[in-house]
């Protein structure tokens, strides 16, 4: 996803980061061999002022993730978009569980055969595997 900075020099920049990453995606979508990863983001964004000592559940990490992971999913279409946990290094910050809960948040309205490609069937063509599964 070209996950964005939002720290350091972009810190209190959240909008304009957003927008300047929005147009770079889009236009990376415009490549029709391109599938974008859903993953390796933030949770608990630089902007988060609530207890960081408790950590984060799937309703949590599904709201700090929603809009950039609809961005993705809009441009690409479900077909080119594939989620990914980013594991082990994804644990410093939620549990396994908590990251593929947040993700079926995230695509509680999609169709199934959306939710197919989401899960798995993006991976597959992305990685030629289509036969093995």
Avoid: H
Avoid at 9 to 30: C, H, L, M, N
Avoid at 100 to 129: M, P, Q, T
Wanted: glycine residues 8%.
């Amino acid at each position: 996803m070209g996950s964005p900075i939002l720290g350091g020099p972009y810190r209190g920049k959240s909008d304009e980061v957003f927008k300047d990453w929005k147009a770079a995606i889009i236009q990376v979508s415009r490549r029709q061999n391109v599938f974008v990863k859903l993953g390796a983001l933030p949770i608990r964004m630089p902007s988060f002022g609530g207890d960081r000592s408790v950590p984060p559940g799937s309703e949590e990490v599904a709201a700090a993730w929603r809009p950039w992971m609809e961005t993705c999913i809009e441009a690409f279409g479900p077909t080119r978009s594939m989620y990914e946990s980013n594991f082990p290094v994804q644990k410093r910050w939620c549990s396994y569980q908590v990251c593929w809960n947040a993700f079926k948040r995230i695509s509680a309205s999609a169709s199934a055969s959306e939710k197919a490609d989401l899960f798995a069937g993006a991976a597959a063509r992305a990685y030629r595997l289509e036969n093995v599964l």
